[in-house]
């Protein structure tokens, strides 16, 4: 699977981006997909998952209530709705795939890098105060 995140940009305190990420490749379908991002200086982190049926989504405490992510499989996409954003969302936001793992697996992986199976190249988000 290739993947590829896009949609990021600049935003003011309280506002939203949408990200997207397109998949190509293997069946897209049969993958639990996950957001994550990095900041200057600090490790990858958990953002948010949802099951390969969309029918199932978790999200970090921090972005609880704020973001919510979907997918499309007819459109081999999954997004990332982000609103009130706040300075501390800014980083670089990577889309990520596996296969057979739960959504609960994918927010509690210790080492993202090694536990999902494809990754996609970052798109960056930064929100000015």
């Known amino acids: 699977v290739q993947l590829q995140a896009f949609g990021g940009g600049l935003v003011q305190a309280g506002g939203f981006l949408r990200l997207s990420c397109a998949a190509s490749?293997?069946?897209?379908?049969?993958?639990?997909m996950g957001w994550f991002r990095q900041a200057p200086g600090k490790e990858r982190e958990f953002v948010a998952a949802?099951?390969?049926?969309?029918?199932?989504?978790y999200y970090a405490d921090s972005v609880k209530g704020r973001f919510t992510i979907s997918r499309d499989n007819a459109k081999n996409t999954v997004y990332l709705q982000m609103n009130s954003l706040k300075p501390e969302d800014t980083a670089v936001y990577y889309c990520?795939?596996?296969?057979?793992?739960?959504?609960?697996?994918?927010?509690?992986?210790?080492?993202?890098?090694?536990?999902?199976?494809?990754w996609g190249k970052g798109t960056q988000v930064t929100v000015s105060s």
């Open positions: 990520a795939a596996v296969l057979g793992a739960t959504i609960i697996t994918i927010a509690t992986m210790s080492q993202p890098l090694n536990g999902m199976d494809y």
């Open positions: 490749g293997r069946p897209f379908s049969s993958y639990a």
């Open positions: 949802i099951s390969w049926s969309g029918g199932s989504t």
